[in-house]
């Protein structure tokens, strides 16, 4: 047991560092003198890299058990961090989702997605014996509307839907009722339809542009099209980090950001593409793997919820670069510039670290209990 707990710690680390270093190469190729002629990106990063490294081990060495007695208190700060946002917040591209301290800009929704899945494992654990299943369903669901209504009022799409898809992906492993999923799924359908008439225009032409982007080649769709030449001219092995003439001739928009996907795999080929999903494949069964064996319902619900976070930030992103899901702005997991982005996710990982070290010494039937009657009977 001891071995296969280091095992679980060790790929948690490797992984992400492996995925970092991606990112950093990148990044470093897109500052040679045939581009912008700047390592901004590729230092930041770096320095962005280090803290999240360090914020990840402090989170390993705290004991997961200890945020149930401050998981209240975390989600009541989330909502008064979201609302001095939009206040207080700095504009970017239309979303007023940053608070800028001179030297570094944070984006306070990646931390509100970590503080959610706490909250949310300790609501479903402490809650579970208290109200019945439904009740349970419809509170959880209005605590996390009013984080998600708050980035929608940014607007910030791309988070509010992370935000539910969290929320989502823990109920559903939380052994809800089959019929409660049922409900869900018609009531998500209904709500997914009726959006469509409170969407502002340019939304709507996101959506339209991932059916048909030569629709607006100029326009909504550039982005689109964009990357997937970046993609396809990549071949199988790539042109060489920092000779892709879309990423490097700026023809790809927001390369560091929202389509980095798109300028690997211009890099580096299908190879490039290929070993992305294998990292992320790996460390996805890993924090499944943790969840499943943790040690008590708490810390099986805080793996799920990151687990959760990661699968659909990585599904979504890849997604829209290669045109099959409309363009959000949620950033890749580890590979994404932006400190925010890579704290949160270390703050993830590094609460699973400690679940998957941790689940060695517990010794109480919390988990067997959650598993065998289920969490809502």
Known sequence: MLKKGISDISILLIIPFLLIVLSLVTLYGFGVPYSEGSLYYFQRQALFSCVAFFVGFLMFKLSYKALKFISTPLYFGAVLLLGIVLILGDSVRGTVGWLDFGFIKLQPVEIVKVILIFFLASFFVAKRNLF??????VISFVLTGVLVFLVLLQPDFGSSLILLAIWAGMLFVSDM????????LLIGAFVAGGSWFFLEDYQKNRILTTINPEADARGSGYNVLQSLVAIGSGGITGKGIGNGSQSQLLFLPEKHTDFIFAAIVENIGLVGAITILLLYGILLHRIAFVAITAGDSFGFLIASGVYSMLFFQIVINIGMNIGLVPVTGIPLPLISYGGSSLIATALGL????????QKRFSKDDDKKIWLDEGSFS
């Open 132 to 137: 019945g299943e439904s009740v349970r369903i």
């Open 177 to 184: 009722k089959t019929r409660y999923v049922l409900y869900l």
């Open 350 to 357: 590094g609460m699973v670290a400690n679940i998957a070290y």
